[in-house]
C-alpha cells in the first residue's frame, strides 16, 4: 500500500482539495460558462448601442443648443437658473404617431446604472456583481454569495450581510464615492436634461421602433445576470455533493482518485502534510461519473441511480 493510500483526510486538506476543484469547474467551459462569456459580451454591445440611441432621443427632446444656453443663465445668474442636471436614468413614452397620450404599456424608464432595477428574483445589485464578477474574485470577494444563498434556501444570517458589506463597499453601492466604481460607472453613461425634478415629471417622447430597442436593452440586462446565476447554480450544485463526498473520505487517495475522474490533477505531496479522520461512503468514480454527466447535460438517471445504489452498498458494508 502506498504512502498516499495509508494518509487519512483532515479538514485542512478537504479544504484544499475542494477548493482547487471548484477553481477547476470555474475554468472549466461548459455550456454554462460559455453563455455567461457570450452574455457578458452581448451586454457590452448592448450598452453602447442603447446610450447612443437614447442620446438621440434625449437630445431630440433637449437640444444641446438649449442646454448651452441655460448652462450660461445658471453660470450668470445662479441657481435662480439651475434647471439643467446630468442624469443616467429616462423616462420614455411612446407618443410619437399615436393620436393618445402614452400609458402604462407604452412609458417606461430605462436605466443605464449600475443599480438598475431588475425583475423577478434578481436584486438591483446583481448586475454589478455579475459584470464585476472577476475583479471581485481577484479581490478575495465572493460573487456568487448570493446565488449559494438562494440555492440553499437560507435566511440572511451574519456572514451573508458581511460579505455583501463587503462587495458593497467595493463596487460603491450606498457609498457617495465619485472615484467608485458605481460612480465612474453611472457618469460614463450620463446626458444632461432639462429639469431636475423627478425623471418620471419630464416624459421624454420616442418613435415605436425606439421604445422596443430600448426594452430589448432590459431584456439583455436581465439575460446577462441570469447567465451568471446559471453558470453559479450549476457549479455550488455540483460542488454541494463534492463537499458532502470529501467529508466521507477516509484516505487521500480517495480524493486523489475523484480529482484524477474530473480531470484535475493535484500534488499528492502537498496533500500529505496533515491527515485527519473520517468514515467514507462515497466512491469516487462514482461520484465523477455524477458530477461530469451533469456538467455534460446528459440524461444522468442511470448515472445518479448507480451513485445512490454504490452508497448505499457502501454504507451497508460500514
Not at 453602447?48 to 437614447?54: G, N, Q, V
Not at 397620450?101 to 438598475?116: I, Q, R, T, V, Y
Not at 434578481?122 to 470577494?141: C, E, M, P, V
Not at 425606439?210 to 426594452?215: A, D, P, R, T, V
Request: hydrophobic residues 35%.
Amino acid at each position: 500500500m502506498t504512502q498516499t493510500s495509508k494518509t487519512r483526510l483532515n479538514a485542512d486538506i478537504r479544504k484544499k482539495i475542494g477548493g482547487m476543484i471548484l477553481s477547476h469547474f470555474e475554468n472549466e467551459k461548459t455550456t454554462e460558462y460559455e453563455n455567461f462569456v457570450s452574455a457578458k459580451e452581448d451586454i457590452d454591445t448592448a450598452y453602447a448601442s442603447a446610450f447612443k440611441l437614447a442620446t438621440s432621443i434625449v437630445q431630440k427632446a433637449y437640444p444641446k443648443d438649449d442646454v448651452a444656453t441655460l448652462q450660461a443663465f445658471k453660470k450668470k445668474y445662479g441657481r435662480a437658473c439651475d434647471v439643467v442636471a446630468k442624469d443616467s436614468c429616462f423616462y420614455f413614452a411612446n407618443v410619437i404617431g399615436t393620436d393618445s397620450e402614452a400609458g402604462d404599456s407604452n412609458s417606461e424608464h430605462f436605466s443605464f446604472k449600475l443599480d438598475a432595477s431588475l425583475s423577478g428574483r434578481f436584486n438591483d445589485y446583481d448586475f454589478g456583481i455579475a459584470y464585476y464578477r472577476n475583479q471581485l474574485k481577484d479581490s478575495g470577494l465572493n460573487p456568487e454569495i448570493n446565488i449559494t444563498q438562494r440555492f440553499d434556501d437560507k435566511s440572511s444570517n451574519p456572514y451573508w450581510t458581511q460579505e455583501i458589506d463587503k462587495i458593497k463597499k467595493f463596487i460603491g453601492f450606498n457609498y457617495d464615492d465619485d472615484k467608485s466604481i458605481k460612480s465612474q460607472w453611472d457618469n460614463k453613461y450620463s446626458l444632461d436634461v432639462i429639469g431636475t425634478s423627478y425623471c418620471r415629471s419630464r416624459t421624454i417622447p420616442c418613435t415605436q421602433d425606439e421604445f422596443n430597442q430600448m426594452q430589448m436593452f432590459k431584456l439583455a440586462r436581465e439575460n446577462f445576470v441570469q447567465s451568471h446565476y446559471a453558470w453559479a447554480e450549476a457549479i455550488h450544485k455540483d460542488m454541494r455533493d463534492i463537499t458532502n463526498a470529501l467529508k466521507d473520505y477516509k484516505y487521500v487517495k480517495d480524493a486523489i482518485d475523484l480529482c484524477g475522474a474530473l480531470g484535475l490533477d493535484i500534488n499528492e505531496n502537498e496533500l500529505q502534510r496533515t491527515a485527519g479522520v473520517s468514515l467514507t461512503i462515497y466512491q469516487p468514480e462514482n461520484l465523477a461519473s455524477l458530477i461530469k454527466s451533469r456538467r455534460a447535460k446528459q440524461d444522468n438517471k442511470a448515472v445518479i441511480a448507480q451513485f445512490r445504489k454504490a452508497r448505499q452498498s457502501a454504507v451497508a458494508v460500514n
